[in-house]
């Protein structure tokens, strides 16, 4: 059963950066493309990127475009998500999910995989 582990969370200020690391466990991501979603507060939850099994192919939000940028190591069962010019608009808990073959959607959990989450915010 493949578990996820998000960790890179924090407090930051507006214009900084984070890392945002998604580990997985119990089995290889391997053939999982790679999903984050974050939920701020009061709303529902929104894709962010995502990454193909094989890092081939990525997508964004717009919101995010030209600031986050997704990356996998599958040697580490790994996918990041790198947050530049962050603002408070960004503030929320971020999850990653991963699904076999195909980018998780919010339309369906069908053997998709879920993180616990990790807090974002951005404040000064």
């Known amino acids: 059963q493949l578990q996820l582990v998000e960790s890179g969370g924090g407090l930051v200020q507006p214009g900084g950066s984070l890392r945002l690391s998604c580990v997985a466990s119990?089995?290889?991501?391997?053939?999982?493309?790679v999903g984050w979603f974050r939920q701020a507060p009061g709303k529902g939850r929104e894709g962010v990127s995502c990454?193909?099994?094989?890092?081939?192919?990525?997508n964004y939000a717009d919101s995010v475009k030209g600031r986050f940028t997704i990356s996998r190591d599958n040697a580490k069962n790994t996918v990041y998500l790198q947050m530049n010019s962050l603002t408070p608009e960004d503030t929320a808990i971020y999850y990653c999910?991963?699904?076999?073959?195909?980018?998780?959607?919010?339309?369906?959990?069908?053997?998709?995989?879920w993180g616990q989450g990790t807090q974002v915010t951005v404040a000064s």
């Open positions: 999910a991963a699904k076999y073959l195909s980018c998780p959607k919010l339309s369906t959990n069908v053997d998709t995989y």
């Open positions: 990454i193909s099994y094989n890092g081939a192919s990525t």
């Open positions: 119990g089995a290889t991501l391997d053939y999982h493309a």
